[in-house]
């Protein structure tokens, strides 16, 4: 489809079978990159701690990969919660949910929570009630920032809104996971501190972890979203034009693909993007010329 076609005469109808078509070329792909992805991003940050432990690489290196690895850790889990590498009942159910829980280790976030707020924020995104990531909203670039980081902080509205969520959907179960998440991890921090490494459990885990929570919440929760005054499935996401590009953003330019068809792999949404755009220019959505 051309993305200089005009659509703007054709019924509603219409457009939702355009969009449809282009949708239905993209789903049901296997993303073998974020199967690789999950599986190598945790084994070179395992690896990071026998590298450092044994001075066979300088911990300020060991501090810079470990913070790209724990950026990178949350998309591969995010393609296993909307069913993108298995679906419920096939053979391959059981490396969906491997990745998913694997993934996130570094991060420290279960993947039983992520999912259930994850399908919450698609559900209401923007919603000020509802949203578990209403509190990553933003007036500016700035204040965003500001924002990832007072959000980690006790009672805050943001790290309240998930145990709120989970508890309002009937997943209690996810936030024993969280706590029982938080207590190996804290306990871990605590021995290696005991054992004389506080620092390179600091800067292999503790600030590259903090890095990568402000890093995630920019990219995949305020960007896209961003100013966040509307809902509804072709007004609630946009599309952006990220200052250092898409493979920086995490591929979130194209985020407004995601939310209105959840199926498609993030290494097919540029494409999908481009293909179905002057159905969303028709329907009004926040759409750009990345």
């Not at 620092?199 to 995949?220: C, D, F, G, N, V």
């Not at 034009?241 to 985020?255: A, I, P, T």
Request: net charge positive.
């Amino acid at each position: 489809m051309s993305p200089n076609l005009d659509l703007s005469q054709l019924s509603e109808a219409e457009l939702i079978r355009l969009e449809r078509e282009v949708a239905a070329r993209h789903l049901d792909k296997f993303p073998y990159m974020a199967v690789f992805w999950a599986f190598a991003n945790l084994a070179v940050w395992l690896s990071l701690w026998p590298l450092v432990f044994l001075g066979i690489i300088p911990l300020w290196l060991g501090f810079i990969i470990a913070s790209l690895n724990i950026c990178l850790s949350y998309l591969p889990s995010h393609e296993a919660q909307h069913d993108i590498i298995a679906k419920p009942g096939t053979k391959l159910r059981w490396l969906n949910q491997l990745v998913g829980h694997l993934s996130t280790i570094p991060l420290v976030f279960p993947y039983s929570t992520l999912k259930w707020t994850h399908m919450e924020h698609h559900k209401h995104a923007n919603d000020p009630d509802l949203d578990p990531d209403y509190g990553t909203h933003a007036s500016g670039p700035l204040q965003a920032l500001w924002k990832t980081i007072k959000n980690r902080q006790p009672n805050s509205e943001w790290i309240d809104s998930y145990p709120k969520t989970l508890e309002r959907v009937g997943k209690t179960r996810a936030i024993l996971d969280a706590v029982l998440y938080q207590l190996v991890y804290y306990s871990i921090l605590f021995a290696l501190a005991w054992s004389g490494y506080a620092i390179e459990a600091a800067l292999l885990w503790w600030l590259p972890r903090h890095i990568a929570q402000t890093y995630i919440q920019y990219y995949l929760s305020w960007a896209p979203h961003n100013p966040g005054l509307s809902k509804g499935r072709y007004k609630d996401t946009r599309s952006f034009r990220s200052l250092f590009g898409n493979v920086w953003s995490m591929g979130m330019q194209y985020h407004i693909i995601h939310h209105l068809h959840p199926r498609i792999p993030l290494y097919r949404t540029p494409r999908a993007y481009w293909e179905m755009k002057p159905i969303l220019e028709a329907r009004g959505c926040d759409v750009h010329d990345l």
